[in-house]
């Protein structure tokens, strides 16, 4: 078994287009959920959202690559180009041949099918651009990923809603320790927000009019957010032997499914997946300083959440510190636990704690340092980053400092 | 423009050349338009004249629609277009 490192991160996201803009605004609790900016936006009853600005995407990439590159794709570059530029590998040879792209998305190319569905039904057109089928399909940005930086080891993406990014980063590390590949390239991308993606969500009456309010007892629902988070998972030998710069490490991780309820969230399931993750890394349950929260800001999952911690963690729950950053980047749904995972390098690397914002009221059944509205500074040599998805289906994954 | 300085543009643009250095008897191939760029090339020309083109990627030597040049391709459109008009 392989000792696995992070050696690069990138992101784009509301609170930043890179990762020390991001980090930044995660210390000053800088609040990146708004007012949504996009056509019939005023046709929705929910209008706010972390939604990503100043990434015009005719200034980056040239007509031939935006014919084919859908906004989750293009973040996806964006972030992969910051982590693999952070990383200093170049793939060639057999690095090439054995390293590969696993990444996480719910929705895939949301908004080419939203264009070209209005394209057809509203405008009454015939026919649409010949490449809509390889711009909205969910591994195009793990495709592009691949063809950009010669990534010819295994590559796929994984779909499992708000958990895709986090199973996708699972995957790449089983695959690192395992010593299948010698480094991967991993995390998530999602970018629903157009009119047919928010209006979808709207129906199921979950999200928030005003904001993001993980674990206070005034929370009323979800903000979506947008963006990319990726990384570089790589050998710790491989990194040790050319010099690299290690950001933490992975230690383990564990996936669970709750085969109960299509959406509601269960505390064993959650908490399975916690409990296994720490025995998947071999940590006992009293070194985990912080744990980046699924923290959707829902009724449902935050009280589900804080039971679960309860009970894997037992008197040490009330020791550690959970916080939900989507109160200041929204839920990137597919790629929310890679920009999530973010916060826990933060925690691990510069002994920040990111707070939960918008926190106005405590909540009972939320009775946990959820470390309120600013951030914090502590000491933190391992963390664990939540994802629990509709269908049942959690990811968590343990890092350590190194 | 006629048909052909329009058939022009549209190859000019998709071999990214300028119109002056794609002339009738072009054949796409010399210009670098690959098997994508005449699919894409077909859909801006079935837009600009607002005609359907009889095209199969998978045949396209099967297809009643000529692309093998400049000169094939206006005459294909002009004969749509009189069918289709």
């Given amino acids: 078994m392989k000792r696995v490192v992070i050696t690069g991160a990138g992101t784009i996201n509301a609170l930043g287009l890179n990762v020390p803009d991001t980090l930044a605004a995660m210390r000053e609790g800088v609040c990146g959920i708004g007012p949504l900016k996009f056509r019939d936006v005023e046709r929705l009853s929910i209008q706010i959202g972390g939604q990503v600005h100043d990434f015009p995407p005719e200034g980056q990439y040239n007509r031939q690559q935006l014919s084919l590159y859908d906004r989750f794709t293009q973040f996806t570059l964006a972030a992969a180009a910051e982590a693999i530029a952070q990383s200093g590998l170049v793939f060639s040879g057999e690095l090439s041949a054995k390293s590969g792209v696993v990444l996480g998305t719910a929705g895939g190319g949301v908004s080419t099918w939203d264009d070209n569905y209005r394209a057809v039904y509203e405008e009454g057109k015939n026919r649409v651009h010949p490449f809509v089928v390889p711009k909205l399909m969910n591994n195009a940005a793990a495709s592009h990923v691949s063809m950009e930086y010669n990534l010819k080891g295994p590559s796929f993406t994984v779909s499992t809603a708000c958990a895709s990014s986090n199973h996708a980063m699972a995957q790449a590390f089983a695959m690192v320790r395992s010593g299948m590949a010698p480094a991967m390239v991993t995390g998530g991308s999602e970018s629903m927000l157009c009119f047919g993606g928010v209006k979808a969500w709207e129906g199921l009456r979950v999200m928030s009019r005003d904001a993001c309010r993980p674990f206070s007892a005034n929370r009323n629902g979800m903000v979506q957010g947008e963006g990319a988070g990726i990384f570089v998972f790589e050998d710790y030998d491989h990194a040790r032997a050319r010099g690299a710069e290690i950001l933490c490490e992975v230690v383990g991780f564990a996936m669970t499914s709750d085969a109960g309820d299509i959406v509601t969230p269960s505390k064993s399931g959650a908490a399975r997946a916690m409990a296994g993750a720490l025995a998947d890394a071999r940590i006992n349950a009293d070194q985990v300083g912080y744990i980046n929260a699924h923290g959707t800001g829902t009724a449902a999952n935050d009280k589900t959440e804080c039971a679960a911690v309860a009970d894997v963690f037992g008197p040490h729950a009330d020791r550690l510190m959970i916080s939900s950053t989507k109160s200041m980047h929204g839920h990137l749904i597919g790629g929310t636990g890679a920009v999530e995972l973010l916060a826990c390098i933060m925690a691990l690397r510069d002994g920040v704690i990111a707070p939960t914002i918008g926190y106005q009221e405590p909540d009972p059944e939320c009775a946990l340092d959820v470390v309120p509205n600013e951030a914090r500074d502590a000491k933190v040599t391992v963390a664990l980053s939540n994802a629990f998805a509709f269908g049942g289906m959690n990811a968590v994954i343990a890092v350590r400092a190194v | ?85």
Wanted: hydrophobic share 45%.
């Fill in chain 2, 1 to 85: 423009m006629n048909v052909q300085d329009q058939v022009i543009a549209i190859l000019a643009d998709q071999a990214v050349l300028e119109p002056a250095d794609v002339s009738m008897t072009s054949r796409l191939e010399d210009l670098g338009i690959d098997s994508m760029g005449i699919v894409e090339s077909i859909f801006a020309i079935e837009e600009t004249f607002d005609i359907s083109v009889p095209f199969n990627a998978n045949q396209p030597d099967a297809s009643d629609f000529d692309i093998s040049s400049v000169a094939s391709i206006v005459a294909g459109i002009e004969r749509l277009k009189a069918e289709q008009g």
